[in-house]
T-cell receptor
Framework: AQRVTQPEKLLSVFKGAPVELKCNYS??????LFWYVQYSRQRLQLLLR??SRESIKGFTADLNKGETSFHLKKPFAQEEDSAMYYC??????????FGTGTRLKVLA | EPEVTQTPSHQVTQMGQEVILRCVPI?????FYWYRQILGQKVEFLVS????????KSEIFDDQFSVERPDGSNFTLKIRSTKLEDSAMYFC????????????????FGEGSRLTVL
């Protein structure tokens, strides 16, 4: 079954501390993975996709096929990073499969 | 910057009533989607729509649900006879392409329509 798991509902870190938001997926093929973010009172928007291998707002995510993971990392959290983060998998069809989301709170 | 717009932002309805949620996708996008999120749960795929027909639907999208693109701009989700468990935030999304390897595969979401069924 195709599934995305985000084990943490809430992650609180202090400003300047490293952040890692966990995402594990279950998919037998070659996955397309994404992180979407929803800031307070804003819409869901794409943060980054694994295929681009890019760093957005200081965030990076590496696809680890052996561990079936796509964790989101940032070395130094900022208060403006506080948001809801969703990991998503596209199995090559018309739909995306989202995880349950992790709320990141960056404390001053 | 063009955006996906959804109306209404919040609708309260009685169980058994019909509800229509409206979306205006970004004008040059070709693929349209509805997702929903029950409070505290994950964002779930309902249906995708391309070339004036449903391209894929989930098991949630049963006979009570329908989608339509009545004109060149609107994309609607109809729930024929609402149930308590239909209470959720409904998100419309659109994309230029479904080929996620391209930059145009990105989903652009609306702000959502909160449906409350009493």
């Amino acid at each position: 079954a195709q599934r995305v798991t985000q084990p943490e509902k809430l992650l609180s870190v202090f400003k300047g501390a490293p952040v890692e938001l966990k995402c594990n997926y279950s998919y037998s093929g070659s996955p397309e993975l994404f992180w979407y973010v929803q800031y307070s009172r804003q819409r869901l928007q794409l943060l980054l996709r694994h295929i681009s291998r890019e760093s957005i707002k200081g965030f990076t995510a590496d696809l680890n096929k052996g561990e079936t993971s796509f964790h989101l990392k940032k070395p130094f959290a900022q208060e403006e990073d506080s948001a809801m983060y969703y990991c998503a998998l596209n199995p090559g069809t018309y739909k995306y499969i989202f995880g349950t989301g992790t709320r990141l709170k960056v404390l001053a | 910057e063009p955006e996906v717009t959804q109306t209404p932002s919040h609708q309260v309805t009685q169980m058994g009533q019909e509800v229509i949620l409206r979306c205006v996708p970004i004008s040059n996008h070709l693929y349209f989607y509805w997702y929903r999120q029950i409070l505290g749960q994950k964002v779930e795929f309902l249906v995708s729509f391309y070339n004036n027909e449903i391209s894929e639907k989930s098991e949630i999208f049963d006979d009570q649900f329908s989608v339509e693109r009545p004109d060149g701009s609107n994309f609607t989700l109809k729930i024929r006879s609402t149930k308590l468990e239909d209470s959720a935030m409904y998100f419309c999304a659109s994309s230029v392409s479904r080929f996620v390897g391209e930059s145009t595969g990105e989903l652009f979401f609306g702000e959502g329509s909160r449906l409350t069924v009493l």
